[in-house]
């Protein structure tokens, strides 16, 4: 193990510990050295997931400064999933007049996950996919329809 003062390209310097064989450090070194220090490779990241945010139409996440940053990362590469699911239930053609009140619930359901605020709820859902989402959505429906007392003919099994 040593430490190693790098000047990167923006101008900071860092110090930065490496471990491992001479040659792999000094190939990590000389990466380091091409590119920007850690704190602006975070900044740019949070700024460009903001940007895009903002290109969606998104509001402010709430939370705690380090939540919200690190969320805002989380709901961007998200959201194309989010987008997928709205699109496969948009596509549903539900068998009955109940059918299309579960129909019209999903979509409203997802649209409120699309525009969940809480960076809490983002950080919890950050390693989640399309099945899971589309599970937990099913399983939602599902309790809200036994709720509303629908009939949903074929459609209700899980
Ligand atoms: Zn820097």
Redesign the pocket.
């Known amino acids: 193990m040593a430490k190693y003062y790098i000047t990167?390209t923006?101008?900071?310097g860092h110090e930065h510990v490496l471990f491992g064989k001479n040659t792999d450090r000094e190939r990590i070194l000389k990466s380091q050295e091409r590119s920007?220090?850690p704190?602006?490779v975070r900044a740019k990241n949070i700024a460009n997931a903001k940007a895009n945010a903002l290109k969606e139409g998104l509001s402010d996440l709430k939370g705690t400064e380090k939540q919200t940053e690190w969320a805002e990362q989380i709901r961007i590469r998200q959201l194309p999933v989010l987008k997928a699911l709205y699109k496969a239930v948009q596509a549903i053609k539900p068998p009955n007049e109940d059918g299309q009140k579960l129909q019209d619930w999903m979509i409203r359901r997802v649209q409120e996950m699309m525009h969940t605020l809480e960076a809490a709820w983002w950080i919890e859902t950050r390693t989640d996919e399309l099945a899971t989402f589309r599970s937990q959505l099913m399983k939602e429906a599902k309790a809200w329809g036994v709720q509303q007392g629908l009939n949903l003919g074929g459609g209700t099994k899980s």
């Open positions: 990167h923006c101008g900071h920007e220090c704190d602006c």
